[in-house]
C-alpha cells in the first residue's frame, strides 16, 4: 500500500514566521493530497487539498506545493498565529476511487507568541 | 457541512469484554466508511475499509477476529472491538467521503472519535 512520511515531527516557530511541513508518498497512483489539522482532543478537519494535475494551491495564509514527479508535496503557513498551533496531517489517496487514505505521522506546529 | 457522528465518545471497560462503536453519516449515505486508530500523540493508522453490504477490508497486520466491523446499511458502520485487552485502549475514529455530486465530494470526513480504555 501507499507509504507516506511526513517530516518534522515538531515544530515550533515564532508568531508572525512561516512554518513549512513536508511529506513524500510512494505510490505514483496517489492524485489527491490534503491536509488536515487536528486540536487537541477534537476531530482531523480538512484545512487544504491538492489534486495531482495541480502545482500549487493557496487559500489564505495557506498554500499546499505537489511536485508529482519527485513525489512530495508541502504545507507552507505564512504569517503564523498562535491559533495555528496543532497537530497536522498530510494524506495522500486516489480520489474518485473511494479508495483508501494514508496519512503522515503527523506534525505537531507549536506557534510562540 | 456533512456530519459524521460517533458514539460512544468515550468508553472504560473491563478486560474481556466487547465494545461497539458507531459511525453514523447523518445527511449522506456512505457506501465506504473508513476506521482509524490513533495512538497518543502519533498518526492516524488506518484500520479498515468498511464496505456497505459487504465484508470490510482489513489493513495488514488488523486482526480481523479482534476488530468486526459490520456496515449493514448507508448510514452506520460499527467497529466491535472484541475480548478488549489493556493493548487496545486508543483513540478509534471514523471517517467517510462526501458522495459524488455534492459539495466537497471525496473530502474525507471525520467523525470526533471514540476513546477507548480497557482496565
Known amino acids: 500500500g501507499e507509504n507516506v512520511e511526513q517530516h518534522p515531527s515538531t515544530l515550533s516557530v515564532q508568531e508572525g514566521d512561516s512554518a513549512v511541513i513536508k511529506c513524500t508518498y510512494s505510490?505514483?497512483?496517489?492524485?489527491?493530497f490534503p491536509w488536515y489539522k487536528q486540536e487537541l482532543g477534537k476531530r482531523p478537519q480538512l484545512i487544504i487539498d491538492?489534486?495531482?494535475?495541480?502545482g500549487e494551491k493557496k487559500d489564505q495564509r495557506i498554500a499546499v506545493t505537489l511536485n508529482k514527479t519527485a513525489k512530495h508535496f508541502s504545507l507552507h503557513i505564512t504569517e503564523t498565529q498562535p491559533e495555528d498551533s496543532a497537530v497536522y496531517f498530510c494524506a495522500a489517496s486516489i480520489r474518485d476511487t473511494g479508495n483508501q487514505f494514508y496519512f503522515g505521522t503527523g506534525t505537531s506546529l507549536t506557534v510562540i507568541p | 457541512g456533512a456530519v459524521v457522528s460517533q458514539h460512544p465518545s468515550w468508553v472504560i471497560c473491563k478486560s474481556g469484554t466487547s465494545v461497539k462503536i458507531e459511525c453514523r453519516s447523518l445527511?449522506?449515505?456512505?457506501?465506504?466508511m473508513f476506521w482509524y486508530r490513533q495512538f497518543p500523540k502519533q498518526s492516524l493508522m488506518l484500520m479498515a475499509t468498511?464496505?456497505?453490504?459487504?465484508?470490510?477490508?482489513?489493513e495488514q497486520g488488523v486482526e480481523k477476529d479482534k476488530f468486526l466491523i459490520n456496515h449493514a446499511s448507508l448510514t452506520l458502520s460499527t467497529l466491535t472491538v472484541t475480548s478488549a485487552h489493556p493493548e487496545d485502549s486508543s483513540f478509534y475514529i471514523c471517517?467517510?467521503?462526501?458522495?459524488?455530486?455534492?459539495?466537497?465530494?471525496?473530502?474525507?470526513?471525520f467523525g470526533a472519535g471514540s476513546r477507548l480504555t480497557v482496565l
Open positions: 468498511s464496505n456497505e453490504g459487504s465484508k470490510a477490508t482489513y
Open positions: 471517517s467517510a467521503n462526501l458522495p459524488p455530486g455534492r459539495p466537497g465530494a471525496n473530502v474525507l470526513t
Open positions: 505510490d505514483s497512483a496517489s492524485n489527491y
Open positions: 445527511d449522506f449515505q456512505a457506501t465506504t
Open positions: 491538492i489534486r495531482s494535475n495541480v
